[in-house]
């Protein structure tokens, strides 16, 4: 078991490398083990490209024959963008397959396996499955929940504060949490705010790491939540010089002239009806699904974060708390929306973790509830 476990995290460390690079897929990484050595790895790297278990067959080669393979998701069962797995696996001979966590995906989930043992490979599943599961609750949240995963990230003064009285917030955290921001919106499908973030500070919403040039990146798709289409047309967000796709999420009461113009500048419109006169945020999650879109950043403002949070849309945060403390009551805090009744009503964060960055310290984690909420349509959106 111990040499299995050494393995599959081999396997996920792989799998990792493609991070931001292959939705709508998981990330997945292979590695064939013969007479205790690696034969043979790889890890899918893009969406239509070979899978991470055909990669480490042909570097194996001959060498399959008898071998074992660690894999960190059912290998699939059915032709998609690329043939069966499965088929390619029983091909070379492989004795054995140990998977870290069945695919979610129903037209896999639990073929891959039962196809498998059907020609006499063996099959162990659930290996390091927690770990696997962490590293694609993107693509689980897209495959159970038909909608994408939404990470929310903000910065927060020690005093809960995401702005002062007069609505100033430049610089909350520190340039190096800015730095890490912007390696995060590259593993991103999307980022979304609210037209009230884009009004305060005139964001470019695209990501920026360092000793990268944004138009030679593949950028994250920009949402901009906006019921009235209050956005100015001289937003840096929407010029047709910054790299990436924007979408303006509005409602149908909005007014079409504006709406026009902002298609003129190449921004995509999405519509519908209205949710107590504001953007029905599970309507548009449902359609940005539709699009392939398995994940979103949050990461801002208030209001609409409090709207998803109302809703039991945010799957997780990233909280960047900085040593700085703004005070009075006017202040806007980091979330708004109707909160919580009770302490013991509330979510909690499933395996924190805790970091230091710069002087701030960052704090991430999966959000899990006591209880399951209703449907109904929570006002607060932009």
Known sequence: MHNDEHWMRQALDLAARARGRTSPNPLVGAVIVKDGRMVGSGYHQRAGGP??????????????????IYVTLEPCAHYGRTPPCTEALISAGIRRVVIAMIDPNPLTS?????????????????????????????????MTKKRPYVLWKVAATLDGKSATRIGASKWISSPQARALVHQKRQEMDAIMVGVGTVL????????????CDPAHIEQPVRIIVDSKLRIPLRARCIQPDNPGRTIVATTDDAPPVKAELL???GVDVWSGPACDGRVDVKALLSDLAQLEITSVLLEGGSTLAGTLFDLRLIDACMVFVAPVIF????????????????PSS???LHGPKWLQVGPDLMVEGTLKW?????????HGTC
């Open 327 to 342: 005070g009075g009551t006017e202040a806007l805090p980091v979330l708004g929306g109707f909160g919580v009744d009770h």
């Open 51 to 68: 899978h991470a278990e055909v990669l480490a067959l042909e570097q194996a080669g001959a060498a399959s024959q008898g071998a074992d």
């Open 370 to 378: 006591p209880e399951k909420q209703g449907d109904a349509c929570v």
């Open 110 to 142: 639990g073929k891959g396996v039962a196809r498998l043992r059907q020609d006499g490979v063996i099959v162990e599943e659930g290996l390091l499955e927690g770990e696997a599961q962490a590293l694609n609750a993107p693509y689980i949240t897209y």
């Open 200 to 211: 305060a500070d005139d964001p470019l919403l695209t990501a920026r790491p360092e000793g």
């Open 263 to 265: 298609r003129q500048r």
């Open 346 to 348: 509330a979510p909690r």
